[in-house]
Nanobody, 120 residues
Framework: VQLVESGGGLVQPGGSLRLSCVAS????????MGWYRQAPGKERELVAS???????NYSDSVNGRFTISRDNTKNTIYLQMNSLKPEDTAVYYC???????????????WGQGTQVTVSS
């Protein structure tokens, strides 16, 4: 199972970015998916998560600015980030709870991360 993120980059404060994460490989079903971020010197934190039925949750720091969405037909999630602030600067990681074919349990998988830098 591979998770590949894209869409990161450098943006000015107040700007927008859209991250994508595609899951591929030996996948029977994906349960919860989410975006995490880790800034230098800080622990990895949950940004937003979304269930298979598209029920979403957000951290307080991004609620109202970020929107997570999901396309189950493509095993893909998105993170639309608006009104970006310098404190949003971090490496953003995709996470998915995946059940592989011929198995019964779900296991977490991670992408390699994509850098988001908010700076003027």
């Amino acid at each position: 199972v591979q998770l590949v993120e894209s869409g990161g980059g450098l943006v000015q404060p107040g700007g927008s970015l859209r991250l994508s994460c595609v899951a591929s490989g030996n996948i029977f079903s994906i349960r919860q998916m989410g975006w995490y971020r880790q800034a230098p010197g800080k622990e990895r934190e949950l940004v937003a998560s979304i269930s298979r039925s598209s029920s979403a949750n957000y951290s307080d720091s991004v609620n109202g600015r970020f929107t997570i969405s999901r396309d189950n037909t493509k095993n893909t999630i998105y993170l639309q980030m608006n009104s970006l602030k310098p404190e949003d600067t971090a490496v953003y990681y995709c996470n998915a709870d995946v059940r592989r074919f011929l198995t019964v349990k779900y296991y977490p998988y991670w992408g390699q991360g994509t850098q988001v830098t908010v700076s003027s």
